[in-house]
């Protein structure tokens, strides 16, 4: 469909990847993502890992596809033993975040794995790069989760580090559709992540009220916390986020609530409800194949559409 680098390397049919969200990319979720032909992922930066464990159990249940596995390096609860553990667990795919490229990097690849990492700043890609990376994940500050404390937009960062660097790129940060996608593919992206498309959609496991407050959410609906300190976090605005926004001393990590409550139970008044600015383009729940495909076959048609308009004899 949209045959590339990234297609070839994660072996799937169709360039977009999920975003690895603590508590929520698990099997359910990432085997949607996999079936619909596109990358699903497992997270660990929940710190369960016999939980994750049982989950990746399930997936082998649930797709025959290709899925891979994120290591968060900044939340890995025994950094000892994550890189046997996803080894150990059959995958070819992992994505790394949250720290260091230099930390894992060697150790996944002779592993037999395809390594991208996610990178916040054109320094970072660098520092990927020369430590090995088959490919890297540009994310720009308009997206949800955890960020660089000194975020850069997506139009900005991602031209930037396609321009410098010949490795596969995936984008992450504001997509959403086959507009955003062609987008990411003119600024030299070959494949998108989805992050708080796939919090909305029919087959996340959070709560409805969760997904109520993406879709009721404007495009200025999101605040972005700890811009003093590290890690910065992009999170949907409720009251709870306001009061963290407005602390310019405190570190927002200690005030990120109770997750169970947030995450399963919808009581946004808990806790941190991560989200990015897309938000605000999201209208309504849908399931992930519907998301992906229609992606897909919008990208599709926009650049064809621009080559009939703008490259005609």
């Known amino acids: 469909m949209l045959t590339n680098r990234v297609t070839e390397l994660l072996g799937v049919e169709i360039p977009i990847v999920q975003a690895p969200m603590g508590w929520i990319a698990r099997s359910r979720l990432a085997s949607a993502v996999s079936n619909a032909g596109a990358m699903g992922i497992i997270e660990t930066s929940s710190g369960e890992l016999d939980n994750i464990r049982h989950e990746i159990a399930k997936m082998k249940d ?28 059959g995958v070819t795919f992992v994505t790394t975040s949250a720290g260091s490229p230099t930390r894992y990097t060697a150790q996944l690849k002779d592993g037999g794995l395809t ?9 970072a890609a660098e520092k990927a790069v020369k430590a090995g990376v088959d490919g890297l994940i540009v994310e720009g500050g308009e997206g949800g989760g955890f960020k660089n404390p000194r975020p850069v937009s997506t139009m ?16 992450a940060g504001g997509f959403l559709d086959g507009s955003t996608m062609a987008a990411a593919l003119a600024l030299g992206a070959e494949g998108v992540q989805l992050g708080t498309a796939m919090v909305s959609s029919i087959e996340s496991p959070v709560h409805r009220g969760w997904k109520q407050a993406i879709l009721d959410a404007t495009e200025t609906d999101t605040v972005f916390l700890n811009g003093h300190t590290s890690p910065g976090l992009r999170a949907l605005r409720t009251p709870y986020s ?10 927002a990590m200690a005030s990120f609530g109770s997750v169970p409550d947030v ?9 941190i409800a991560l989200g990015g600015q897309v938000a605000g383009r999201i209208s309504s729940s849908r399931p992930v194949a519907d998301i992906i495909g229609d992606c897909v076959r919008e990208c599709q048609e926009i650049l064809r559409a621009l080559a009939d308009r703008y490259l005609r004899p």
């Open 62 to 89: 649930l797709t025959d596809k290709p899925f891979g596995v994120n290591i968060a390096q900044a939340f890995v609860a025994d950094p000892t033993v994550i890189v046997d553990f996803v080894i150990s667990q």
């Open 115 to 123: 390594v991208f990492h996610v990178i916040p700043t054109l320094r």
């Open 156 to 171: 900005v960062l991602l031209p930037s580090v396609t321009k410098a660097f010949d490795l596969p790129v995936i984008a």
């Open 242 to 251: 306001e009061r963290l926004e407005a602390d310019h001393t405190n570190n």
């Open 263 to 271: 995450y399963f139970g919808g009581h946004l008044d808990a806790g």
